[in-house]
Structures are given as C-alpha cells and as structure tokens.
C-alpha cells in the first residue's frame, strides 16, 4: 500500500520511475519533437538525432532500473543528480524558451534533484544504537 511506504522507498522510486518514463515515453514510444529540438541543437543532424535521442532513452530506462535496484549506493545517485543538474543548465542556456513551457525541466529537475538529496541523507546514515537494536528484534 502506498500509504505505507517510507521516505526513502517514495524517493526511489518517484526518481527510478521519472527516469524510465522520461526515457520511454518522450525518447523511445514517442519521440516528442522537442527531444529532437534538444538533440539537434548539439549539431546532429535528424537522422543522427533520433539515434542519439533513442540511446538516451535506453540509458535514462537503465538508470531509472538501476536507481530503484540499487538506490542505496550513493555513486549512482550522485551520477543521476549530476545529469539532472547538466540537463537543467544545458536546457537553459541552448533552449531557454523551454524553460517558459508548462511543466518544463525546471519544474521536472529540480523537485528530482531534492529528491536525490533526501535519499542521499537516509541511504548513508549509521544506524543508531536503538535503530540497532530494533534490526536484532
């Protein structure tokens, strides 16, 4: 039941699940045209760039899987919060009307991005002694 997941399994998986969706939905199912818009402001050209907005997709799925797998391992989730900070600043300053739009990838990133931290604050915390004892019980 939803309501009974804690904190850090809400993280994970809103953060898993964002990157799967993200990378399904707009890059593989359906390449949105902004997905090529973005791709194609690197200097790809369309054929170059449905290629490269596809194996995004498939990375952004496999990070996704990998975050909701292993959320615990904190090199992971500081490597998805670095992409979501590089792709928040890249959208900003080579497509900044983007950052105009509804639900654009301020309003996407940065929620994901506070997300990260809260896992990062409760994936590497040492257990106390009462948190100890109530793991031998």
């Not at 994901?112 to 106390?128: A, D, E, G, I, M």
């Amino acid at each position: 039941m939803l309501l009974n997941l804690s904190l850090v399994q809400l993280a994970r998986f809103t953060l898993g699940l964002a990157w799967i969706y993200h990378g399904l939905i707009p890059k593989l199912l359906h390449v949105d045209p902004l997905e090529r818009i973005i791709t194609e402001s690197l200097g790809l050209n369309s054929q170059y760039s449905l290629v490269f907005t596809q194996s995004a997709g498939v990375a952004e799925i496999l990070l996704g899987i990998a975050l909701i797998l292993f959320y615990k391992n904190p090199l992971l989730i500081y490597f998805s919060a670095l992409n979501l900070a590089a792709l928040l600043v890249f959208t900003i300053i080579f497509i900044p009307q983007v950052a105009l739009s509804a639900f654009n990838p301020v309003t996407t990133n940065i929620p994901l991005l506070v997300l990260s931290v809260v896992l990062l604050q409760n994936t590497q915390q040492k257990p106390t002694i009462t948190q100890s004892k109530q793991e031998r019980e």
